[in-house]
């Protein structure tokens, strides 16, 4: 089955700054790729999201890299702010006829003010 | 409004005594999900289910049953709990694999004493 390691487990940036964490996964595969933001005591939400035909995808302050070849993606997040303070989580999964659905194991997010 | 709702939110039980997670959303969405959150591990699939009558195991079924009789519901059930069950379960949905985000529960957290 997939395994999905995540990188940092811990992220500690100045405000302001660019934080990246960065995933690798097993399955060649697996073509769809969601990050998730998750804030103390809540839910995870989907922040980002990239599919295997598309090696970037940008939202505002977040982007996300896909290298298929070396099976790894990260996650950017530029200019961080306080509210970005949180947990993330990257995933992986094969789409279409398929609902499994792999997890990293986290990363911790500081925005140190 | 739009959602997934989870109960109970919180029960502290006993080994062995059956219990039941509920899960429900409104959305008459077809995709839904049960994972457990432990630290350290990160979001873990338990079970799922791409319709109605029709399930299939995550990467953590062990101790765990789930049942898709209606649409819009997706019980959990831990037919003789341990202590090792104890973690924070989440329930998810989506209406289908094409880069719809799935909507999480609030969570529910277990304790099994």
């Known amino acids: 089955g997939e395994n999905v390691e995540q990188h940092p487990s811990t992220l500690s940036v100045q405000e302001g700054d660019s934080a990246v964490i960065k995933c690798t996964y097993s399955?060649?595969?697996?073509?769809?790729f969601p990050w998730y933001k998750q804030e103390l005591g809540k839910r995870p939400q989907l922040i980002i999201d990239?599919?295997?035909?598309?090696g970037e995808k940008k939202d505002q302050r977040i982007a996300v890299t896909l290298n298929k070849t070396a099976k790894h993606f990260s996650l950017h997040i530029t200019e961080t702010q306080p509210e970005d303070s949180a947990v993330y989580f990257c995933?992986?999964?094969?789409?279409?006829?398929?609902?499994?659905?792999?997890f990293g194991t986290g990363t911790r997010l500081t925005i140190i003010p | 409004e739009a959602q997934v709702t989870q109960n109970p939110r919180y029960l502290i039980t006993v080994t062995g005594k059956k219990l039941t997670v509920t899960c429900s959303q409104n959305?008459?969405?077809?995709?839904m999900s049960w994972y457990r959150q432990d630290p350290g591990l990160g979001l873990r699939q338990i079970y799922y289910?791409?319709?109605?009558?029709?399930?299939d195991k995550g990467d953590v079924p062990e101790g765990y049953k789930v049942s898709r009789k209606e649409k819009r519901n997706f019980p959990l059930i831990l037919e003789s709990p341990s202590p090792n069950q104890t973690s924070l379960y989440f329930c998810a949905s989506r209406i289908d694999p094409l880069g719809q985000p799935q909507h999480f529960g609030d969570g529910t957290r277990l304790s099994i004493l």
């Open positions: 990239i599919r295997s035909n598309v």
């Open positions: 995933a992986a999964s094969i789409e279409f006829g398929n609902e499994k659905l792999t």
């Open positions: 959305m008459n969405h077809e995709y």
């Open positions: 399955d060649s595969a697996s073509n769809y």
């Open positions: 289910s791409m319709n109605v009558e029709v399930t």
